[in-house]
C-alpha cells in the first residue's frame, strides 16, 4: 500500500488531497493545528499538533506501525496565510514569515538526517507555492501580467509572503541538490471552490464575493476594495488536486511550475458572475483596502508541455458551485455577522 503524510490537512487545499489520496487507495496520515472545518476528515489518521515545533514534527515523521519504512509521498501545504485582507496589510507580515519559514526549515532539516539512513527509498516532498512570489513590476499591467516562471527573477515579490513562498521554494530546491531529496514545487494561482474558508478576514476573494452576494438584498449594495479594475486567475480546488497530483507522479519534472487558469477577469467582473448567479441587481461601493499587485493571470505553457495538464472548468461553473455552497453555510449558520 502507498503511503502520504499530508501537512496542513486541516485546510482547504491539505483537506481535498487526503480526499483524492484515500481515492486512490493511500494509506494517509494527515497533520494540522486543526481538524477540516467543514467535512470530516477520511485520513487513516488525523493528528493534532504544531508544526513548527521540531519534536513534534520528528514525531509525525516516524513510520506508523511496522507497515512502512518512509511515507512514499509527503505533501507540505502548511502556511500561514489568507486572503488580501490578511496579507497585504503588512499588520502580519512577521508571524506569515516566521511560522511559514520554521515549518519548512523544520521538515527538510529532518528529513535530511531521516533519509541519509534510507538511500533505497526516500520520500517525495511536494510542496505548495504561490504566485504570490512574482515580481511586483511584472504585474503592473492589468491586462497583461507577466507570470511565466522564468520571470521570477529578479525577484521583487510584493509582500513579504510572497517573499517568504520564494525563500521556501529555494529551500526545497537546495535540499534536493545538496540532500538528494525528491521534490516537487508548484505555484498555485489562487485556489477555490467549496469548503474553503469564507468569512472571517481570511477567505480568498471568489467567497468573499459570493458571501457579499448571497447576503445583499436585490438592488443592495456591496463593497470591493479599489477600483475594481485588478485582474487575477481563479482555479477551481479539484483541478488543482489533478494537476499537483500529475506533477507528484512525473519521474523527473520537479518544477517550479504554474498550477491556475488562464480565464483572467476583473474583480468588478467577478463580482457580476456572482450576481448573475444569484439573479440580482447588485450595486459596487469601492473603498479603500489591501489590494496587492494589479494583474495577475497564469502562464500555463510549462505545465502543457512537461505534465499535459490544462485547466477545464469556466470560472462561472466553479464560481456557481462554490456560491451554492457557501448559500448553504449562510443557511445553516445564524451567527455570521455584516457582510463586510
Same mark, same amino acid.
Given at each position: 500500500?502507498?503511503?502520504?503524510?499530508?501537512?496542513?490537512?486541516?485546510?482547504?487545499?491539505?483537506?481535498?488531497?487526503?480526499?483524492?489520496l484515500?481515492s486512490?487507495?493511500?494509506?494517509?496520515?494527515?497533520?494540522?493545528?486543526k481538524f477540516?472545518?467543514?467535512?470530516?476528515?477520511?485520513a487513516?489518521?488525523?493528528?493534532?499538533?504544531d508544526?513548527r515545533?521540531?519534536?513534534?514534527? &520528528?514525531?509525525?515523521?516516524?513510520?506508523?506501525?511496522?507497515?512502512? &519504512?518512509?511515507?512514499?509521498?509527503?505533501?507540505?501545504?502548511?502556511?500561514?496565510?489568507g486572503?488580501?485582507g490578511?496579507?497585504?496589510?503588512?499588520?502580519n507580515?512577521a508571524?506569515?514569515?516566521?511560522?511559514?519559514?520554521?515549518?519548512?526549515?523544520?521538515?527538510?532539516?529532518?528529513?535530511?538526517?531521516?533519509?541519509?539512513h534510507?538511500?533505497?527509498k526516500?520520500?517525495?516532498?511536494?510542496?505548495?507555492?504561490?504566485?504570490?512570489?512574482?515580481?511586483?513590476?511584472?504585474?503592473? &499591467?492589468e491586462?497583461?501580467?507577466?507570470?511565466?516562471?522564468?520571470?521570477a527573477?529578479?525577484?521583487?515579490?510584493?509582500?513579504?509572503?510572497?517573499w517568504?513562498k520564494?525563500?521556501?521554494?529555494?529551500?526545497?530546491?537546495a535540499?534536493?541538490?545538496?540532500?538528494?531529496?525528491?521534490?516537487?514545487?508548484?505555484r498555485y494561482?489562487?485556489?477555490?471552490?467549496?469548503?474553503?474558508?469564507?468569512?472571517?478576514?481570511?477567505?480568498?476573494?471568489?467567497a468573499?464575493i459570493c458571501?457579499?452576494?448571497i447576503?445583499?438584498?436585490?438592488f443592495?449594495e456591496?463593497?470591493?476594495?479599489g477600483?475594481g479594475?485588478?485582474?487575477?486567475?481563479?482555479?477551481?480546488?479539484?483541478?488543482?488536486?489533478?494537476?499537483?497530483?500529475?506533477?507528484?507522479k512525473?519521474?523527473?519534472?520537479?518544477?517550479p511550475?504554474n498550477?491556475g487558469?488562464?480565464?483572467m477577469?476583473?474583480?468588478?467582473?467577478?463580482?457580476?458572475?456572482?450576481?448573475?448567479?444569484?439573479?440580482k441587481?447588485i450595486?459596487?461601493?469601492?473603498?479603500?483596502?489591501?489590494?496587492?499587485?494589479?494583474?495577475r493571470?497564469?502562464?500555463?505553457?510549462?505545465?502543457r508541455k512537461?505534465?499535459?495538464? &490544462?485547466?477545464?472548468?469556466?470560472l462561472?461553473d466553479?464560481?456557481?458551485?462554490?456560491f451554492?455552497?457557501?448559500?448553504?453555510?449562510i443557511?445553516?449558520?445564524?451567527?455570521?455577522?455584516s457582510?463586510?
Amino acid at each position: 500500500m502507498k503511503t502520504a503524510l499530508v501537512l496542513g490537512a486541516g485546510g482547504f487545499i491539505g483537506s481535498h488531497m487526503v480526499k483524492r489520496l484515500k481515492s486512490e487507495g493511500f494509506f494517509v496520515r494527515a497533520v494540522d493545528l486543526k481538524f477540516p472545518e467543514f467535512s470530516k476528515s477520511p485520513a487513516d489518521e488525523f493528528i493534532i499538533g504544531d508544526l513548527r515545533h521540531y519534536e513534534f514534527m &520528528d514525531k509525525i515523521l516516524e513510520k506508523p506501525g511496522n507497515t512502512i &519504512d518512509n511515507f512514499n509521498e509527503i505533501y507540505q501545504f502548511a502556511a500561514d496565510m489568507g486572503g488580501a485582507g490578511f496579507v497585504f496589510t503588512g499588520e502580519n507580515d512577521a508571524d506569515i514569515m516566521h511560522n511559514s519559514a520554521t515549518i519548512n526549515l523544520n521538515l527538510l532539516d529532518l528529513l535530511g538526517r531521516l533519509q541519509s539512513h534510507h538511500q533505497e527509498k526516500r520520500s517525495k516532498v511536494f510542496y505548495s507555492g504561490s504566485a504570490c512570489m512574482y515580481p511586483e513590476h511584472n504585474q503592473r &499591467d492589468e491586462k497583461n501580467p507577466n507570470c511565466k516562471e522564468e520571470s521570477a527573477y529578479p525577484a521583487a515579490p510584493d509582500s513579504e509572503y510572497g517573499w517568504e513562498k520564494l525563500f521556501s521554494e529555494r529551500l526545497y530546491l537546495a535540499y534536493n541538490r545538496n540532500y538528494g531529496i525528491p521534490i516537487a514545487i508548484a505555484r498555485y494561482h489562487n485556489i477555490f471552490g467549496p469548503e474553503g474558508t469564507w468569512v472571517g478576514g481570511r477567505e480568498k476573494a471568489p467567497a468573499a464575493i459570493c458571501r457579499k452576494v448571497i447576503m445583499a438584498e436585490n438592488f443592495g449594495e456591496i463593497e470591493i476594495w479599489g477600483d475594481g479594475m485588478q485582474t487575477r486567475s481563479f482555479l477551481y480546488i479539484d483541478e488543482c488536486i489533478e494537476a499537483t497530483r500529475r506533477l507528484m507522479k512525473h519521474p523527473s519534472f520537479i518544477g517550479p511550475v504554474n498550477i491556475g487558469s488562464e480565464e483572467m477577469v476583473s474583480i468588478n467582473e467577478l463580482a457580476k458572475v456572482a450576481a448573475e448567479i444569484a439573479g440580482k441587481n447588485i450595486k459596487i461601493k469601492h473603498i479603500k483596502g489591501p489590494l496587492g499587485v494589479r494583474g495577475r493571470n497564469s502562464e500555463n505553457t510549462l505545465i502543457r508541455k512537461m505534465l499535459d495538464w &490544462d485547466y477545464q472548468m469556466p470560472l462561472r461553473d466553479g464560481m456557481k458551485k462554490t456560491f451554492d455552497w457557501i448559500s448553504l453555510q449562510i443557511k445553516n449558520n445564524i451567527s455570521v455577522g455584516s457582510n463586510n
